[in-house]
T-cell receptor, first 114, second 112 residues
Framework: DAGVIQSPRHEVTEMGQEVTLRCKPI?????LFWYRQTMMRGLELLIY????????DSGMPEDRFSAKMPNASFSTLKIQPSEPRDSAVYFC????????????FGPGTRLTVT | GEDVEQSLFLSVREGDSSVINCTYT??????LYWYKQEPGAGLQLLTY?????DMKQDQRLTVLLNKKDKHLSLRIADTQTGDSAIYFC????????????FGAGTRLAVHP
């Protein structure tokens, strides 16, 4: 299996622009998680889905952030408008709800907002 | 509430054993995990342990679980420079859906 795939790997944009991050989970997994990692705040859970349905979005920092999962093999995280403080590495992870329940992480998207 | 704590930094000499410690608060946690993050990469699952186990060994890695004290440790035998990374402890949170509660991570530095 190719593992969790994220694109782009790097994104540089100007403040005020819309940013869309993409994630393809491991085939057959039914839970998907979006995280943000910064030096100051560490690893933060933003939102997670089960069977394509958002379960908990309490970690989404502001209304500028939105996430969708239109099908089992694709999810997006959108920031509109972006701000410099959104600069971080964004990770997507997927999991299968069974005994064990471990999450598998993608390589991340490094976002820089200037 | 659910919380996971780790020391932030550990320095060891190459060839020595490393022990990374973690404490958690949720006594109902069924699974506990160790992840490794190398620079510029995502989190890589190293191992996990079920709460009814006290120990799990996998090659150079040994996980010890003390449920009474809610303490988890990861021992790396014969530590190598390639083991230099950040190590995250995580517990499986309540409510299903495989939500994990992560610690802040322990940065392991291996020196000659």
């Amino acid at each position: 299996d190719a593992g969790v795939i994220q694109s782009p790997r790097h994104e540089v944009t100007e403040m005020g622009q819309e940013v869309t991050l993409r994630c393809k989970p491991i085939s057959g997994h039914n839970s998907l998680f979006w995280y943000r990692q910064t030096m100051m705040r560490g690893l933060e859970l933003l939102i997670y889905f089960n069977n394509n349905v958002p379960i908990d979005d309490s970690g989404m920092p502001e209304d500028r952030f939105s996430a969708k999962m239109p099908n089992a093999s694709f999810s997006t995280l959108k920031i509109q408008p972006s701000e410099p403080r959104d600069s971080a590495v964004y990770f997507c992870a997927s999991s299968l709800i069974l005994a064990g329940g471990e999450q598998y992480f993608g390589p991340g998207t490094r976002l820089t907002v200037t | 509430g659910e919380d996971v704590e780790q020391s932030l930094f550990l320095s060891v000499r190459e060839g020595d054993s490393s022990v990374i410690n973690c404490t958690y608060t949720d006594s109902s946690s069924t699974y506990l995990y160790w992840y490794k993050q190398e620079p510029g990469a995502g989190l890589q699952l190293l191992t996990y342990i079920f709460s009814n186990m006290d120990m799990k060994q996998d090659q150079r890695l040994t996980v010890l679980l003390n449920k009474k004290d809610k303490h988890l440790s990861l021992r790396i035998a014969d530590t190598q420079t390639g083991d230099s990374a950040i190590y995250f402890c995580a517990e499986r949170g309540a409510g299903g859906y495989n939500k994990l509660i992560f610690g802040a991570g322990t940065r392991l530095a291996v020196h000659p």
